[in-house]
């Protein structure tokens, strides 16, 4: 059984940087075809994709937000980190994890999704 | 980044009654290796998302079979084949053929007349 968690703060302030843990089970991000993704949704509206690493180590970031954001994992803890810094009020939102399906190199899927936590940034 | 457009943006439907949501890409979600990178997903009331078509037209494992995908190149469709109560929620469609970056559309929130 496939289940993600994610935990952190849940308030920042303007211009502090947000550490973000997923911590999953059920599978291993060694296995080849499997991937970690972030996804953000603020308030009411649309999902955002925000980053990838998958089993072969490689690290993929939304363009737009490439600058402020890094990825770890640590295979012995089945976790990864996500960090996104300069966080602004328009950052607020439920972050993601879901468990990711590569096909050829191509995110295939999102299969499994974390509950979610809610970041709200405000000074 | 390929734009990700979902119609309509609100689906008010009786249930027993179909239901259908298009979704159109920018550009053709077709890879070379002949499958199509478009996933459909269901975002419950208070809940995270959930799969319901990976692949253009393969339903999601325990997804009822009420739920069918179809479409190709840029135009895609989700139906429901007859809405139940438990349907309520919004929609997403999702495009993995770009990684950089994945997008989603902009939603279809499905309501009970």
């Known amino acids: 059984q496939i289940t993600l968690k994610e935990s952190g703060p849940t308030l920042v302030k303007p211009t502090q940087t947000l550490t973000l843990t997923c911590t999953f089970s059920?599978?291993?991000?060694?296995?080849?075809?499997?991937?970690l993704g972030w996804i953000r949704q603020p308030p009411g509206k649309a999902l955002e994709w925000l980053a990838l690493?998958?089993?072969?180590?490689?690290?993929y970031f939304s363009p737009s937000m490439k600058r402020r954001l890094s990825i770890t994992q640590d295979t012995s803890k089945n976790q990864v980190v996500l960090t996104m810094t300069n966080m602004d009020p328009v950052d607020t939102a439920t972050y993601y994890c879901?468990?990711?399906?590569?096909?050829?190199?191509?995110?295939?899927?999102?299969?499994?999704w974390g509950p979610g936590i809610l970041v709200t940034v405000s000074s | 980044d390929i734009v990700m457009t979902q119609s309509p943006l609100s689906l008010p439907v009786t249930p027993g009654e179909p239901a259908s949501i298009s979704c159109r890409s920018s550009?053709?979600?077709?890879?070379?290796?002949?499958?199509?990178?478009l996933n459909w997903y269901l975002q419950k009331p208070g809940q995270s998302p959930q799969l319901l078509i990976y692949?253009?037209?393969n339903r999601a494992s325990g997804v009822p079979d009420r739920f069918s995908g179809s479409g190709s190149g840029t135009d895609f469709t989700l139906k429901i084949s007859r809405v139940e109560a438990e349907d309520v929620g919004v929609y997403y469609c999702?495009?993995?053929?770009?990684?950089?970056?994945?997008?989603f559309g902009q939603g279809t929130r499905l309501e009970i007349k």
């Open positions: 879901a468990h990711g399906r590569i096909l050829e190199w191509l995110v295939r899927d999102f299969e499994y």
């Open positions: 059920g599978f291993s991000l060694t296995t080849r075809g499997v991937g």
């Open positions: 690493i998958n089993w072969n180590d490689n690290e």
């Open positions: 550009q053709s979600l077709l890879y070379t290796n002949g499958y199509t990178y």
């Open positions: 692949l253009a037209t």
């Open positions: 999702m495009q993995g053929l770009q990684t950089l970056p994945i997008t």
